[in-house]
């Protein structure tokens, strides 16, 4: 009994290890690409671990590309994007979850009703409409799309439900306006969705390379994931200078997750109610 006890976990531990280092085999094979210098790069067999470690990848990303630039630009639209979605899906999603007036089940369904429409379909008419506005080749016209999310409305609504009145009755009580117990209270007790959201959103920006593609056009502008798509363009031939541009943008990305990753425990609002 006590030698099954043992195997089994053994066994589990195992298996999962191989499959986590099977899963990360092509991230092994970027960093060691982005560390060679171009004339390693078609060594037969393939060299995982560099004979001589080349910076050069990393040097011409910097010195022959706007990529400082591109990533700039993709952190201040990804910051702003985030912040405009969390803001008007947090005040929607309160409206929905915690203020009653008619109709608002049939508007929280016609809500969810988008989320099964392909944004491909909607592409042209958003479209259409910037340019009308004269919002094309801006960072105003790519970051409106932004400001209505129904995934994150949705996903707010449903953790703020779990809220229990009684905290805002008490507030309500003590004279507090619906704006205050939005603020201090609603938003203190969603902070981890809030946190999970903000990543998640985020990570879509940051990776995103079609919208920002039909809206700007000036070079100055782009974004991280267009910088790439015209660095592998360029220097098409050269696998250590995309690796070096593709292990950059995965960075921001890896740090923000293993800074935040403690913040994903949802249940912040547990033993507040008898």
């Known amino acids: ?72 630009n993709s952190l201040f639209v990804s910051v702003v994007s985030t912040l405009i979605t969390l803001l008007s899906a947090l005040m929607a999603a309160y409206v929905f979850a915690k203020i009653d007036f008619r109709g608002k089940g049939p508007l929280f369904a016609l809500f969810l009703a988008t989320m099964m429409v392909p944004g491909q379909v909607t592409i042209i008419p958003i479209f259409l409409v910037l340019k009308h506005l004269h919002l094309l080749n801006t960072y105003a016209g790519l970051m409106s799309t932004t400001i209505f999310n129904p995934f994150a409305i949705f996903m707010l609504r449903q953790f703020m439900l779990t809220v229990h009145n009684d905290f805002l009755d008490a507030a309500y009580m003590d004279g507090a306006s619906r704006r205050s117990v939005f603020w201090r209270i609603m938003l203190p ?23 920002p593609l039909v809206i700007l056009s000036d070079k100055a502008l782009m974004t991280l994931p267009l910088a790439l798509s015209s660095l592998s363009g360029q220097y098409s031939s050269e696998y250590n ?34």
């Open 1 to 72: 009994m006590t030698l099954r006890r043992f195997w089994k976990p053994a066994v589990f531990y195992v298996l999962a290890t191989l499959l986590a280092l099977f899963a990360l085999i092509p991230f092994f094979w970027m960093v060691s690409t982005s560390l060679k210098s171009k004339g390693a790069l078609l060594v037969v067999p393939i060299q995982w671990i560099p004979e001589t470690i080349s910076f050069e990848g990393y040097r011409k990303v910097f010195t022959a590309f706007p990529f400082a630039q591109a990533i700039g």
């Open 189 to 211: 007790l969603s902070v981890p969705i809030i946190t999970t959201l903000g990543i998640i959103t985020f990570m879509g920006s940051w990776n995103d390379y079609f919208w």
């Open 241 to 274: 200078t995309l690796m070096a541009g593709s292990l950059i943008s995965m960075l921001p990305i890896i740090v923000l997750y293993l800074f935040a990753q403690q913040f994903f425990k949802a249940g912040l609002q547990l033993g507040g109610v008898k």
